[in-house]
């Protein structure tokens, strides 16, 4: 019910607006047409302005409270003063929304940049031709089986092995908070190729994230 009252006061406010604009305007040749275009089509932005100002009028007349009956009116007459104004309304909400947008994308570029350094003082240098050295087991010496010596402790089992994902956590979570394939590949002692598959696997977990480098375009990998 609250929208439909509001569509109602728009076109009629647009209406009234117009054609009081039309009369204010006459001197300048304005059509009586043209007039109330134009007042219906600012009476049309108003809810936009009060978004833009963060006015919570437009919530109080969407609700229908009668604790806020006179938002009606408070609503009726801001859209009838921006028809009856419409040329100079527009156009001052034009420029309101044009400038918003421009401190919107400056924003974000200051953001990007921002990033950008960040990543590249905290991420691995450029990646390098250099092969990926993967430890070789020593060959064990000695018998096969040991001679049992009275008194003797037992040996403590070995630890299990890192599975492949807890070796590049480990990488990860080194010096550099941002790192490359190729930097991960040789802390964690894995070739390139195997590395990048379990990376886009733990992305899908929402594990890890890849940012791009601006300096040379090179993918790099942080926890989330």
Same mark, same amino acid.
């Given at each position: 019910?609250?929208?439909?009252?509001?569509?109602?006061?728009?076109?009629?406010?647009?209406?009234?607006?117009?054609?009081?604009?039309?009369?204010?305007?006459?001197?300048?040749?304005?059509?009586?047409?043209?007039?109330?275009?134009?007042?219906?089509?600012?009476?049309?932005?108003?809810?936009? *302005?009060?978004?833009?100002?963060?006015?919570?009028?437009?919530?109080?007349?969407?609700?229908?409270?009668?604790?806020?009956?006179?938002?009606?009116?408070? *609503?009726?007459?801001?859209?009838?003063?921006?028809?009856? *104004?419409?040329?100079?309304?527009?156009?001052?909400?034009?420029?309101?929304?044009?400038?918003?947008?421009?401190?919107?994308?400056?924003?974000?570029?200051?953001?990007?940049?921002?990033?950008?350094?960040?990543?590249?003082?905290?991420?691995?240098?450029?990646?390098?031709?250099?092969?990926?050295?993967?430890?070789?087991?020593?060959?064990?010496?000695?018998?096969? *089986?040991?001679?049992?010596?009275?008194?003797?402790?037992?040996?403590?089992?070995?630890?299990?092995?890192?599975?492949?994902?807890?070796?590049?956590?480990?990488?990860?979570?080194?010096?550099?908070?941002?790192?490359?394939?190729?930097?991960?590949?040789?802390?964690?002692?894995?070739?390139?190729?195997?590395?990048?598959?379990?990376?886009?696997?733990?992305?899908?977990?929402?594990?890890?994230?890849?940012?791009?480098?601006?300096?040379?375009?090179?993918?790099?990998?942080?926890?989330?």
């Amino acid at each position: 019910m609250g929208i439909a009252i509001i569509i109602g006061i728009i076109v009629a406010a647009g209406l009234l607006g117009g054609s009081a604009n039309y009369y204010m305007e006459q001197a300048n040749g304005s059509g009586f047409r043209k007039s109330v275009l134009l007042g219906l089509t600012a009476s049309a932005t108003v809810p936009l *302005f009060l978004k833009t100002v963060s006015s919570s009028l437009l919530d109080e007349c969407i609700k229908g409270d009668p604790a806020f009956f006179s938002s009606y009116f408070v *609503f009726f007459g801001f859209c009838t003063v921006a028809a009856i *104004f419409s040329s100079k309304f527009l156009q001052s909400l034009g420029d309101k929304l044009l400038q918003e947008l421009k401190d919107v994308k400056q924003k974000q570029e200051e953001l990007t940049e921002t990033t950008d350094v960040l990543v590249a003082e905290n991420s691995d240098p450029a990646e390098t031709s250099n092969p990926v050295e993967v430890p070789v087991n020593e060959p064990k010496t000695g018998s096969e *089986f040991e001679a049992y010596i009275p008194g003797q402790t037992e040996k403590a089992p070995e630890s299990a092995p890192l599975s492949d994902e807890q070796k590049i956590m480990g990488a990860l979570q080194g010096k550099y908070a941002f790192r490359t394939v190729d930097g991960v590949a040789k802390d964690a002692g894995m070739d390139q190729g195997s590395v990048q598959a379990k990376l886009l696997e733990m992305e899908l977990k929402g594990k890890v994230k890849k940012t791009k480098r601006a300096r040379d375009g090179v993918m790099v990998w942080s926890l989330r």
